[in-house]
């Protein structure tokens, strides 16, 4: 059956994920695109369902679907040009616990593409456990998108800074700061954790204050980079 009603229960669902909101009432997010879907299912992530559009002819997949028409699928989707499937899969749910390596803290970050971008990098990085204090959703489909299935390979934990903070006890914190040290030369700890602020306003007061050492990148021609490109450079410089 194909569903072409907007007002179906099953694409409200599916709709709602697309807000805030919508993903923590119902605990899910939104995957979009084949590649993706495949990836998020291959890292063993709960997959509730998958939404089609009816002229979908791609990879089947075993999970419980519906069929949308092609209005109704566009409405449900982020995407401008959906690829014609999506999923809705369970957000991983992770309590707050000490890091077994190295690992990032995010404080504040408000653009949910630098926190995706972010993420895509950690993972290939190697930084498999990250920290998010008060930033934006790393599960809205904006951030999803810019993790490049980043999202599904790494331990995101969020909490309040203090709880945060805590769970960190006894790892050196190595904020990231225009006027640090030159991370050029450098030397990090054993293990350590990598600690972004927010976009414009920087570090809170409570990460400041905590933070063990600060780094900075040396730049000619600009005052600042990009949060998600200083994180990139940041953790393959201290990891060498």
């Given at each position: 059956?194909?569903?072409?009603s907007?007002q179906?229960?099953?694409?409200?669902e599916?709709a709602?994920?697309?807000?805030?909101?919508?993903?923590r009432?119902r605990?899910?997010f939104l995957?979009e695109?084949?590649k993706?879907?495949?990836?998020?299912?291959?890292?063993g992530?709960?997959?509730?369902?998958?939404?089609l559009r009816?002229?979908?002819a791609?990879?089947?997949y075993?999970?419980p679907?519906?069929v949308l028409?092609?209005?109704v699928?566009a409405?449900?989707?982020d995407?401008?040009?959906?690829?014609?499937?999506?999923?809705?899969?369970?957000i991983?749910?992770?309590?707050?616990?000490?890091?077994k390596?190295?690992?990032?803290?995010?404080?504040?970050?408000?653009?949910?593409?630098?926190?995706?971008?972010?993420v895509r990098?950690a993972a290939?990085?190697g930084?498999r456990?990250?920290?998010?204090?008060?930033?934006?959703?790393?599960?809205?489909?904006?951030?999803?998108?810019?993790?490049?299935s980043?999202?599904?390979?790494?331990?995101?934990?969020r909490?309040?800074r203090?709880?945060i903070?805590g769970?960190?006890?006894?790892?050196?914190l190595?904020?990231?700061?225009?006027?640090g040290?030159?991370v050029f030369?450098?030397v990090?700890?054993?293990?350590?954790?990598?600690?972004?602020?927010?976009e414009?306003?920087?570090?809170s007061?409570a990460?400041?204050?905590?933070?063990?050492?600060?780094?900075?990148i040396?730049?000619?021609g600009?005052e600042?980079?990009?949060?998600a490109v200083?994180?990139?450079i940041?953790?393959y410089?201290l990891?060498?």
């Amino acid at each position: 059956m194909v569903i072409r009603s907007k007002q179906n229960p099953a694409v409200k669902e599916l709709a709602s994920l697309k807000e805030k909101k919508g993903r923590r009432e119902r605990g899910t997010f939104l995957v979009e695109g084949g590649k993706m879907i495949s990836e998020c299912a291959a890292c063993g992530m709960e997959v509730v369902r998958v939404a089609l559009r009816e002229d979908y002819a791609g990879d089947a997949y075993d999970f419980p679907a519906v069929v949308l028409g092609a209005e109704v699928f566009a409405a449900v989707c982020d995407e401008k040009t959906p690829q014609g499937i999506a999923a809705e899969v369970k957000i991983p749910q992770y309590p707050l616990e000490p890091p077994k390596g190295n690992c990032l803290l995010l404080d504040g970050l408000a653009d949910p593409a630098n926190v995706g971008a972010i993420v895509r990098t950690a993972a290939a990085a190697g930084y498999r456990e990250l920290y998010l204090a008060d930033c934006a959703d790393p599960f809205s489909p904006k951030s999803v998108r810019a993790s490049m299935s980043g999202v599904f390979r790494v331990k995101l934990m969020r909490g309040t800074r203090e709880d945060i903070l805590g769970a960190l006890k006894g790892v050196p914190l190595v904020a990231a700061d225009m006027d640090g040290e030159d991370v050029f030369s450098f030397v990090p700890p054993e293990t350590f954790c990598i600690a972004i602020g927010n976009e414009g306003n920087g570090f809170s007061e409570a990460v400041r204050a905590r933070a063990d050492r600060t780094v900075g990148i040396p730049m000619e021609g600009t005052e600042s980079l990009n949060a998600a490109v200083s994180a990139g450079i940041l953790m393959y410089l201290l990891k060498r």
